[in-house]
């Protein structure tokens, strides 16, 4: 780690203490190494954020450490950012949490779609800042000053359009996502998504509940399925969405893993990525994971929050897993059930690095999906029958069939779509002599 990437981090709360955890696994996630701290309970000050003391203290900080980024845990105006800079060392950077949430999801986005919802979330960062910054230029005579550059009045104009360009081609994005759903539905597949706070496991849980040899089987199907899931201990290693077919007992389903939220995400940044929240919106049925190792009150708030952040929009029931149980005794894992039952009524504890849990987990997927109708199908012989036989073994669930001179009679389960379709199949099938 070179010296241009240390930072020291600060957060300002109006009451109790501060936690850096998480801005620090932030920082580590970004590329910084943390060498420095400072905290402060107080309200906020206008001018600086923290009290001027406080900024003091922070430069000295800066000074015995050689940092040369501060990192503030708070959503920093760009005055205060202004005012706490000039207060600090020369070309020190002053780089707020969603900032620094932002230079993440730059450095991990690798499709279009995910590089074109970060650059949407910067510009609504930006656009209520074009104009402070721009009157913060004129008066600094530092270069640069925030990554301003020049900045005249047609900047938020600018903004505006780039803005409303990005929104239209990922409006053409959603569009074909949704076609896809359809598809994948219309071809018998239950849509399940992982949904939870970053670093709960959810990549982890997938890896398990994958079918690894039908995801090359089906590539021909659905060539866009992942054959790999990340699952490091860092945030946000999943920032687009990854789908995968999961292995189950009855149903074909397709399993995706979205981003990780992380907590007080302001609403612009919610909105920017709202076309990787359709694969949640949208599914059949929402896992929740939880991180069950953590406090009580940290669940909670997490699970207050997620459901918060779906509630609008979400069509699909939501199960809660708590993942990590390898972490707790069974007496733990009991304790803290009970005491988020009214949040996360009747969960399912599993353990994704050890498996446990996770066929308990496979039998409540399919118990929760929606229900598949039964239907029994007399069909004629012919030189297609064998073809809708083998069709309908891969849309539903065959329970029963059974071989005649000059009939098979079809029993199975199947999304209702599938049971039309087969029905349609049957319909057109006719005898060699007819």
Known sequence: MTAEHSAVV????????????????????????????????????????????????????????????????????????????????????????????????????????????????????ELPRAEVKASLAKRDER??????????????????????????ELESIAAKEQRRRKQRRDSGFDLVALAGYTNAGKSTLMRQLAAEIDVDENADRHPDLETTAESEDMLFTTLGTTTRRAEMDR?????????????????????????????????????LVVDA????PE????????????????????????????K??????????????????????????????????RDRVEDELPEWRHERLVLPMTDDTMSVVSWIHDHGYVEEESYGDEHVVVEFEARPTIVSQARSKAADLRPADA
């Open 10 to 125: 600060a957060k300002r709360v109006e009451s109790g203490s501060a936690d850096l955890s998480e801005i620090k696994q932030l920082a580590d996630a970004a590329g910084y190494e943390v060498v420095g701290e400072l905290t402060q309970t107080r309200t906020e000050d206008a001018a600086y954020m923290f009290g001027e003391g406080k900024v003091d203290e922070l430069a000295e900080r800066v000074r015995e450490t050689g940092a040369r980024s501060v990192i503030i845990d708070n959503d920093v105006g760009p005055y205060q950012t202004y005012n706490v800079g000039t207060k600090l060392p020369e070309d020190v950077e002053v780089i707020d949490r969603f900032t620094l949430i932002l230079e993440i999801f730059g450095d991990r986005a690798q499709t279009r779609k995910a590089q074109l919802q970060v650059e949407l979330a910067e510009l609504r960062y």
């Open 143 to 168: 270069p640069g000053f925030m990554g301003l550059g020049e900045y005249d009045e047609s900047v938020e104009q600018d903004i505006k359009r780039q803005i409303s360009e990005i929104r239209d």
């Open 251 to 287: 149903r074909n389903v397709l399993l995706t893993d979205t981003v990780g939220f992380i907590s007080d995400l302001p609403h612009w940044l919610v909105e920017s990525f709202e076309s990787t929240l359709e694969s949640v919106y949208r599914a059949d049925l929402v896992l």
């Open 293 to 296: 190792s953590e406090p009580v």
């Open 299 to 326: 669940i909670r708030e997490k699970i207050v929050t997620c459901h918060d952040t779906l509630y609008e929009r979400n069509e699909a029931p939501i199960v809660t897993v708590f993942n990590k149980t390898d």
């Open 328 to 361: 707790l005794t069974d007496e733990k894992v009991a304790e803290k059930t009970a005491a988020l039952s009214s949040i996360a009524p009747n969960p399912i504890t599993v353990s994704a690095k050890t498996g446990h849990g996770v066929e308990d987990l």
